[in-house]
Structures are given as C-alpha cells and as structure tokens.
C-alpha cells in the first residue's frame, strides 16, 4: 500500500508564489511517476504536471514557464514550485504516484489565488 500526504497549499494574490510538497510512503517502486494534478468546481480533473523516476517531465500547456517539478527519490517525495500564480490557477491540487498498473492519490490541498 502506498501512501500520499501533500502540503504546501494555501491563499495567496495573483503574481505570487506557493511550492506544494508530496510525501509518499509504504511500497514504493523504483520506478514509477509521480504528478500533480488539479480540479476547480465544476470541471474536470486535469493533469498539470508529471515527472518520472528518471527525471523526465511533462506539463500542461496552460502552466508551462510559471510552474516547476521536481522530485528527490530518496525522500520519496515531489514539488511543485507555483509561480506567477493567477486567479484560474485556484483549485484543488492532488499529488498522483503511478506505478506498475496502479495509482495512488493524495488527500488534496487546496489552492486559491485572490484577483
């Protein structure tokens, strides 16, 4: 069983900053990708961005040059460094780890940026 426990989230005015945190623990596989995704009320979830074992990084379209992954494998964890923060950035922000043919998900902590 594995385990996701995110921080980091908060109130904050546009053009500013926030970094969410993602611990994982139990049965990590050395392999695996680990994501941030998000939801705001009425729509759907969407991915923001992932990065593998390996480094590799994907992001949304919409967050690209504002936000950053990154990840530290021997705590098991994942960042994401928010900034330049806009008012459609404001949602609930869950932390994924994918490994083998399962996922896991994170309580979600919630993000809001003030116009």
């Known amino acids: 069983q594995v385990q996701l426990v995110e921080s980091g989230g908060g109130l904050v005015q546009a053009g500013g900053s926030l970094r969410l945190s993602c611990a994982a623990s139990?049965?990590?596989?050395?392999?695996?990708?680990m994501a941030w995704y998000r939801q705001a009320p009425g729509k759907q979830r969407e991915l923001v961005a992932a990065?593998?074992?390996?480094?590799?990084?994907n992001y949304a379209d919409s967050v690209k040059g504002r936000f950053t992954i990154s990840r530290d494998n021997a705590k098991n964890t994942v960042y994401l460094q928010m900034n330049s923060l806009k008012p459609e950035d404001t949602a609930v922000y869950y932390c994924?780890?994918?490994?083998?043919?399962?996922?896991?998900w994170g309580q979600g902590t919630q993000v809001t940026v003030s116009s």
């Open positions: 990065i593998t074992s390996g480094g590799n990084t």
């Open positions: 994924n780890l994918g490994q083998l043919r399962y996922d896991y």
């Open positions: 139990g049965s990590i596989f050395r392999i695996n990708v």
